[in-house]
């Protein structure tokens, strides 16, 4: 069993993430500049976000509408190690962890931005009682 | 700016797209001349270091210079390059691993493989009387040699030399395009160890697949730290060198001249070579406040150390900027001193010797070509990258 047990748990304290980053002064700005948009395509559980950094829209599972460039594929836990701030990504995408379909270098330019947001993603999962999330 | 020559430190930046084989070492010269150690704007601030006993205390004290990060602004590569950016106690621990085959020993059976390579090489073009010695030998050359050291498919030769030029020569310019390389590169090698750990075969990536620290495997990071390390040292500097040489060789027909006619020369010819075309200029970090010759460090200092301008420090090499084939002695720092010695040493002098000796047997008599035009390439990796000449036309001597 990974860390979310739901997909509905990972879009609330997941999802949060997003909308912080958009809020985010400075961080708006440039995650706006790179006109990226992505979707993220997770299993265990079997979720889906799609984010458009340029017009800083967030959609989830069912209610995606947006046409994406890019296509990552990963386990919900690779992904809640990259809010966490431990993995690698280039890493990851070498051992196909991340399956990137869609250019490589969209996404190493989206990463190193989200620095950033690994703190506050830790901040959510306390603030929801999740400690033991944090590992 | 006279000639693009830089006047002061603080505007020198080693990636600057105005630096050519005209004015870089002149550049070097002036800024030595002032201090052999300045302070350049560049990347957030950096020393820069152009005297020979500065970048030898330096280098010297690995404890207060760690060598992370090895390169300004680094390579998008997320992980160490191993073992050259581990500091100690780390360091020898992961060198020692690698050790033996690069050891003078296993270097010297290197020799006819690497003839073979040359002979090859030149068969390609000796028929013509004309090429870029650049593109047909310098380029090709380190790529398959590093090819047999490391146990690779020399099919797979371009794709090596493309990830390194990218890594090297784009990151500074763009990230995106070196980041993506070196994920093609950790990707290429991630599924060889694979392989190796399942077919162990005796060769370098088998030997990082089953090497072991203290009781455990090398973890992946590691493991990528080692092949991004073995694969771009291995072809880059040797290719920056070897074309510097043969520019100069090219253009200067009495040295040519003498080590066609006396081959005996050839080795401390390969040093003199060396000591003036250093290919790779590294970077430092200073890990505490401290100082050297009068200079202020404080902890967290980014350094860059021009090997190439101490190299051509008029302190230690009397007539510096002269080749001198047969210098004595000949303290050059191209290899790095100390705990970071290259340890692809022994394999790039035979490299440059061998190659020598074949290219001077055969082609004699080459020469720059009229109204060639040379390319210098920037940043931490220098040399040059584009040797067109002429020469008379001989006979092929393979199959």
Redesign the interface.
């Known amino acids: 069993m990974g860390a979310y047990k739901s997909a509905e748990d990972l879009y609330r304290y997941m999802g949060q993430i997003f909308a912080l980053a958009f809020e985010t002064p400075g961080l708006k700005e440039k995650l706006n500049a790179t006109g990226v948009a992505l979707k993220l395509n997770l299993s265990d559980p079997d979720s889906v976000i799609a984010v458009d950094f340029g017009q800083g829209v967030v959609q989830y599972g069912g209610d995606i509408t947006m046409d994406v460039a890019v296509d990552l594929d990963m386990t919900a836990d690779t992904a809640h190690r990259f809010w966490l701030g431990k993995l690698?990504?280039?890493?990851a995408?070498?051992?196909?962890d991340i399956k990137v379909h869609g250019s490589?270098?969209?996404v190493?330019?989206l990463a190193p931005l989200m620095q950033p947001l690994h703190e506050k993603y830790q901040q959510i999962l306390k603030d929801a009682g999740l400690e033991e999330m944090i590992g | 700016m006279a000639d693009n020559v830089v006047q002061k430190y603080s505007e020198y930046d080693h990636h600057a797209p105005d630096i050519t084989l005209e004015n870089v070492h002149r550049s070097w010269d002036n800024l030595r001349a002032q201090c052999p150690i300045g302070r350049s704007d560049a990347y957030g601030g950096m020393w820069v270091v152009t005297g020979y006993a500065e970048a030898h205390e330096i280098f010297h004290d690995p404890e207060t210079f760690s060598s992370t990060p090895l390169i300004i602004p680094p390579f998008p590569q997320a992980m160490k390059m191993i073992p050259v950016e581990t500091d100690p106690p780390d360091h020898f621990k992961y060198r020692t691993l690698v050790a033996t085959p690069f050891s003078p020993r296993h270097a010297e059976k290197m020799v006819e493989p690497l003839r073979a390579i040359v002979n090859k090489l030149i068969d390609d073009f000796i028929e013509t009387g004309e090429c870029d010695v650049y593109e047909t030998v310098a380029t090709p050359y380190p790529t398959l040699m590093g090819t047999i050291m490391l146990g690779l498919p020399d099919s797979d030769a371009k794709l090596f030399e493309d990830w390194t030029h990218k890594i090297i020569h784009m990151s500074a310019t763009d990230f995106e395009v070196a980041g993506e390389a070196v994920i093609e590169l950790y990707s290429y090698f991630y599924a060889l160890l694979e392989d190796r750990r399942a077919n162990p075969c005796g060769d370098m990536m088998s030997l990082l697949a089953e090497a072991e620290l203290d009781g455990e495997k090398l973890t992946d990071e590691e493991l990528m730290g080692f092949c991004l390390l073995l694969l771009i040292a291995s072809i880059d500097t040797s290719q920056k060198a070897i074309g510097s040489m043969l520019w100069q060789l090219g253009t200067h027909p009495e040295l040519r001249d003498r080590l066609a006619g006396d081959p005996k020369l050839i080795p401390s010819a390969v040093e003199e070579f060396l000591r003036l075309w250093a290919p790779v200029q590294p970077a430092r970090r200073a890990t505490k406040d401290t100082q050297v010759c009068g200079v202020d460090f404080k902890e967290g200092d980014q350094i860059l150390v021009l090997l190439g301008a101490a190299n051509r420090d008029e302190r230690e090499f009397p007539g510096a900027a002269d080749n001198v084939p047969d210098r004595t002695p000949n303290r050059h720092l191209t290899f790095g001193t100390h705990i970071h010695r290259c340890l692809g040493s022994h394999i790039a002098r035979l490299e440059m010797q061998v190659l020598l000796e074949e290219l001077l047997r055969r082609i004699p008599d080459f020469e720059l070509a009229d109204g060639a035009e040379v390319e210098w390439s920037k940043g931490q990796v220098q040399g040059v990258v584009k040797v067109p000449i002429r020469f008379t036309p001989g006979p092929r001597e393979g199959a």
């Open positions: 690698n990504v280039p890493l995408i070498a051992k196909r490589v270098q969209k190493l330019k």
